[in-house]
Structure formats: structure tokens, C-alpha cells
């Protein structure tokens, strides 16, 4: 009797599981972007809104504060039934919980992954003011005028953030991090010289670089994006610095598979699309749509890799 009522209950919940994935979306979804518009996660998302199929409208909601980590919050604590999603990046679902003390989540556990989406260098820039055109000379201008510098960043625990922290670590320098509410706050401070660098998202970064609003030293990712080939890795000059942003979409844990697969699926078919690729090639952001399973391997492997970096570069959120 005992088995039986096991079986049943398996047969039930695996009916509601299919009739949930059969209902959604039911409304439309919500595609929360935890950074203020104008950022690579925000045009990551709006892209998928634009040009998702899925029934419903995609809404993107951006809910910045705390290195994203309110945002993520929240879509951690949503429904578990697909129609709350969050573009997560690495600072939400890797560094965060190596640089705070107290997490109101766990990037692990409170979440399902459904796709990576992309990722990017970050560009050291810096304030044409400033008496540097490449790392070497950076570095010296550095011991020369030790903690004299600061580096803006668009939040703490941002990868942003970190590629400045890891740096400082791998250099021996020491400059003051300035952590705004979002890169549209820090990049006028940048351009007028408030602080004198940033290790910036390169699809923010690169266009200002191209007008001479700013310079661009160097890439942090191991090899050079095709979208900037004439600028060369930090790593180039600073053996072993690699920093690579990236972005990707998860919910809330329990959300059904049927559904993380539906979306997945539409994911797959939205930024696979040529138009799409060539925006983001041109913004300088790599491509790769993973499954829900690679995203996981991914992601834990990431955890382990930024824990490092905070631990030895001594970095704390609070």
C-alpha cells in the first residue's frame, strides 16, 4: 500500500509538473536585470524580450543595488514557475558570495540555471588626463604615486570591481575603489577625472574609446576580442591576470524542467539568430548558449576560481 501510494504520488506531481509546463507562460514574464539600463546585461535582456517568442511579452525590470545582489534576491524569492527570471552575471553568481560577509541568497541553491549567454572582456580605461598609454607605464605611474589613483566601479562585488582588486594583487600597486550605483554614474567621473580609471564592461567602454572620450589601455580577458584586436591583455604585460565577465539566465529553484527547457530552447533560438550575433560581436560580447547543465558545471567552476582572487587580493564587500 505504501509503495503504491508512493507511485501515485510521483504520478501526480510529475501531471502537475506537466500541466504547468503545458500552462506557461501563463502572464507575461519577467526578466529581472540587476544593474541600471544602459549596461551589457540590460542589452542582453531587452534583446531576448525583443525577440523572444514565447506567447506571453518578456518585461525587463532592472533593480540595481548591492552588486545586483537585490535583484537577484528578489527572483530568488519569486515563484518558482518560469515567468521570474533573472540575467545573472558573475558578480551575482560567483563573486558575491566570496566578498559578503552575509548573503541574502544562495547563488546555488535558490537558483535553477537555465542558459549562459555571453561574455566579455572588461577594458582598463583610463581618463585621457592621466600620463599613461600603456599598462607597463600605468604600473610605474602607480609605485611612483602609491593609492594617489582611483578606480570607479559600477558596485561592489562587480567584475568591475574585482579585475581592479585583482590587479592591485597581481602588481603590488595600491589605488582607491570609488563603487557607484551603475557605470552611467561613474563613466562622467571618468571622462572629467574625478577618478582616473575603470576596468569597465567592454561593450560600455569600447564605443566611448573609439570616440576619444577616454583611453584604452588593455583587455582583461587571456586573448584578444576580435571586437578590439589592436588592444592588447593586461595579461600581456601582467602574467596570469585574466578576468572575464559573463551573463547568464537562471530562476528560481523549483522551477519546473519542462519550463527551464522551454525557455532554454527559445533562448537557444533568439541569440542564435544572425542579426543578434552581429550586434553583440560588434559590442564585443562572445556568444555561447549553453544547456542548463553545462551552465551549472560552469558556474560552480567559476565560484571556485573568484573565491580565490577575493581571498587573495583581501577584497570585503562589508
Known amino acids: 500500500m505504501k509503495f503504491r501510494s508512493l507511485l501515485l504520488g510521483a504520478a501526480l506531481a510529475a501531471t502537475a ?27 542582453l535582456a531587452r534583446l ?82 592621466l600620463p599613461v598609454k600603456n599598462v607597463a607605464e600605468l604600473i610605474a605611474h602607480m609605485k611612483a604615486n602609491p593609492d594617489k589613483l582611483s578606480f570607479g566601479s559600477p558596485g561592489i562585488g ?66 584578444r576580442s576580435s571586437a578590439a584586436p589592436d588592444v592588447p591583455t593586461v595579461g600581456e604585460t601582467v602574467p596570469g591576470f585574466e578576468a572575464t565577465t559573463w551573463f547568464a539566465v537562471f530562476a528560481p529553484a523549483g522551477t519546473p524542467r519542462e519550463v527551464v527547457a522551454r525557455i532554454n530552447a527559445e533562448m537557444q533560438r533568439v541569440f542564435k539568430l544572425p542579426d543578434v550575433t552581429d550586434k553583440l560581436k560588434n559590442l564585443g560580447l562572445e556568444t555561447w548558449i549553453s544547456t542548463p547543465e553545462e551552465l551549472a558545471r560552469f558556474q560552480a567552476a567559476e565560484i571556485v576560481k573568484w573565491a580565490k582572487v577575493v581571498k587573495d587580493s583581501g577584497a570585503k564587500a562589508d
Open 158 to 223: 562587480t567584475s568591475v570591481h574585482v579585475s581592479g582588486e585583482l590587479f592591485m594583487s597581481l602588481t603590488g600597486t595600491k589605488m582607491t575603489h570609488v563603487p557607484y550605483k551603475g557605470r552611467q554614474f561613474a563613466i562622467p567621473d571618468l571622462v572629467g577625472g574625478q577618478i582616473q580609471l575603470m576596468f569597465d564592461n567592454m561593450p560600455s567602454a569600447l564605443p566611448l574609446a573609439k570616440e576619444g572620450k577616454i583611453r584604452a589601455l588593455a583587455q582583461t580577458t587571456a586573448t
Open 17 to 43: 509538473a506537466i500541466a504547468s509546463a503545458q500552462a506557461f507562460p501563463s502572464k507575461p514574464i519577467r526578466m529581472v536585470v540587476t544593474f541600471p539600463p544602459g549596461g551589457a546585461p540590460d542589452t
Open 48 to 129: 531576448f524580450a525583443d525577440k523572444a517568442q514565447l506567447g506571453q511579452a518578456v518585461v525587463v525590470e532592472n533593480v540595481p543595488g548591492a552588486g545586483g545582489n537585490i535583484g537577484a534576491d528578489r527572483v530568488a524569492k519569486a515563484p518558482a514557475d518560469g515567468h521570474t527570471l533573472v540575467m545573472g552575471t558573475v558578480g551575482t553568481h560567483s563573486i558575491n558570495g566570496a566578498l559578503y560577509s552575509k548573503m541574502p541568497y544562495d547563488m546555488v541553491k535558490d537558483f535553477v540555471p537555465i542558459a549562459h549567454v555571453a561574455s566579455a572582456p572588461n577594458l582598463l580605461v583610463v581618463t585621457n588626463s
